[in-house]
């Protein structure tokens, strides 16, 4: 036993020497901070970083996102040790470690990419004047001051809107249920534009949000999606991170529109449709203008009309009949750009009339901020 | 909606939400009684999860049948890596008596990374989701009984489940009877209050604590597989096991120790998670909702060492590395 031990013992330590000197060589070489060496930044020479809460086999936001990074690194042609993903970043002081390691490595734009990574980011690009900082689904850039700090998202809710209106010709008991994360305004926007868009073809139709309290939690979202089967909805839309409301109301015997991947592998019977991003289009455009020197927009916000949002192919199996027809009709309005999806009258759920006839709310470019509970909407009292 | 249907659908919704709790809870009971404080069942849970996904998806793919066969491949699976995971927990502190808390901690976040690292290679395989087919779907699905399932009341209470929900039931009796009824149980037992008495009696201290912690882990694994292939449906969610591991452990406590005290328990606790979605009480918050089980949980703590029932303690060397030496 005792030979065993000092053998085991000499192993690990032979094991942990062996690893210190193979990771070494990847620490060596590495150019400081650019900005303190302004030397001509060109797509052969950029470097780029990102920050990510997950990984992609969240099958979700994370995947989604970098789906868009691999379509940049495509279109711009660049090579594989140009980019650096942080992923798996907590919401926290490791975030702002993150920041300041791809800075260090230097990254002359880093993307970050969770809404809790705002004040990381903030404070971060203080420090590094001459690196790029765009954070999505953030608000403060604006009002930062920070010539380097900027903001994008963008239009979601369209890509919402036209996906509702899936959902809203399939539903026989015109009760949709709708998996929430958090009670904020991106999900609030999300959720309102899905169920005005259901309501333009149906006009019957009734919605209960429910929340999970997380981004990504996927037993949550399975119980949560089954308590609304429970409650007699029979179309599931989503926003949260995972495939579970999809896989739980194919279960169910009912329907799903998803957010942010295709998910008609993961639940065939039952997912219709999804609302999907291609960030790729913004992550150009910001490297473009880095390499070409000019600004970076404060605030970015694209939409629908320019393909930054879309739905995913619809399931020609289940949809309703008509439904493609329909959402091509809403989506050539929309694209056509003389009416948008949160115009009035819209009354919320306690009479107000939120948005007058003739009106149209407007989101801003980036953090959306619609957060009136619209009539047929049900959400828990809290 | 009804009242009574709220809460009949609540209490079926407690009972799926309970059934993974109860397998862990199972687990970790029989391994607490051989006196090892196994911290890492969330770890041992992925680790089954992505072994008894794994084990599905490779059968569909190998002999290009859903159903049964990759059933039994996920069964089998994930019940081995849950094994070889309680067999990693065995070594470290039995044989080479690393401290307990430590070496549970590191088994769960090296469980957990094992998973997801897995999940994402099978990932890559698949070209996109690690989906079994719809028949696999089925066979987890709930089990058909035919009218019984339509009964009113009766049928929601009973009969709408997944087969694994009556397995974890028969786990957690089998375990209650194996823990009080059989001799083998009593040394079991008598390893986890006292090891140095109990090995003066003639009992393999090593070998009951190597099995159990072994079978334990195995059904920490399973557990894990429920929220794979029930939860999930069968397909890799990053994120899958969502912390039921440490519910597991807490519900041990919850339960005094007993399996078949955790089969009421796990009800209670599954109701409790899951009452927020189901139950609206006007004005209250979500976050206090949320809170529901883990206060139980501590009045159960209370309550225990108030009565200082020695039926109800924790093993006396749950924690400790047995040193024959220091007897």
Known sequence: MQHFKKWLVILLCALFVFSMVACDKKGTNEPTDPGKEPGKVTLENIKIGFVHITDPSDQGYTYNHNLGTEKMKKELGLKEDQVINKFNTPEDQACETALRELAEQGCHIIFATSFGFEDHVLKVAKDYPNIQFCHATGFQAKTSGLKNMHNYFGKIYQARYLSGIAAGLKTEKNLIGYVGAHPFAEVISGFTAFYLGAKSVNPDVKMIVKYTGSWNDPTKEEQIAKALIDEGCDVLGQHCDSTAPATAAEAGGVFHVGYNSDMRTAAPKASLTSAIWD??????????????????????????????????????????????????EARAKIIAGDWDVFTGPLVDTEGNVVVKEGETFMEPASAPSWDHILEGIQVPKE | MNVLNIIINWLNAAVLA??????????????????????????????????????????????????????????????????????????????????????????????????????????????????????????????????????????????????????????????????????????????????????????????????????????????????????????????????????????????????????????????????????????????????????????????????????????????????????
């Open chain 1, 279 to 328: 960030w790729s289009r913004y992550l150009v455009m910001a490297v473009n203008k880095v390499v070409a020197g000019e600004e970076i927009p404060v605030d970015w916000g694209e939409g629908l009309k320019e393909g930054v949002c879309d739905i995913s192919p619809l399931n020609d199996a289940i949809v309703a009949p008509g439904t493609a027809e329909k959402i091509e």
């Open chain 2, 18 to 327: 309970g059934a993974p709790l109860l397998l862990a809870t199972s687990g970790e009971i029989l391994t607490e009684k051989s006196g090892n404080l196994n911290l890492g069942v969330e770890g041992q849970m992925y680790m089954g999860a992505i072994a008894g996904l794994a084990g599905a998806w490779f059968a569909e793919q190998w002999f290009g049948v859903g159903g049964m066969i990759p059933l039994l491949a996920a069964v089998l699976f994930a019940f081995i890596m849950g094994c070889i995971s309680g067999l990693i927990y065995a070594v470290l502190t039995v044989t080479l008596r690393a401290n307990q808390n430590v070496t549970g901690l590191t088994l769960a976040i090296f469980g957990t990374g094992f998973g997801k690292f897995f999940g994402e290679v099978l990932g890559h395989k698949a070209h996109g989701y690690v989906a079994v087919g719809a028949e696999t779907k089925a066979v987890f699905g709930n089990i058909s009984v035919g009218k019984l399932a339509e009964l009113p009341v009766v049928g929601t209470l009973f009969f709408k489940y997944n087969w694994m929900v009556y397995f974890a039931l028969i786990i957690a009796f089998v375990m209650g009877w194996f823990l009080n009824r059989t001799r083998k149980g009593l040394s079991l037992r008598a390893v986890g209050e006292s090891p140095g008495t109990a090995d003066s009696a003639g009992i393999n201290v090593t070998r009951y604590k190597y099995i159990a912690t072994v079978v334990g882990g195995g059904l920490c694994g399973l557990g894990g597989m429920y929220m794979a292939m029930v939860n999930q449906k069968g397909i890799w969610v990053t994120e899958c096991v969502s912390g039921y591991g440490w519910l597991a452990i807490v519900l041990v406590i919850f339960s005094t120790w007993s399996p078949l005290r955790a089969i009421y328990s796990s009800i209670i606790f599954g109701g409790l998670t899951v009452m927020y979605m189901r139950v609206p009480i006007p004005g209250l918050p979500r976050a206090i909702y949320m809170m529901f089980p883990f206060i139980a949980t501590i009045i159960v703590l209370i309550i225990t060492s108030i009565r200082q029932s020695k039926e109800h303690a924790q093993p006396a060397s749950t924690g400790l590395n047995y040193y024959r030496e220091e007897r």
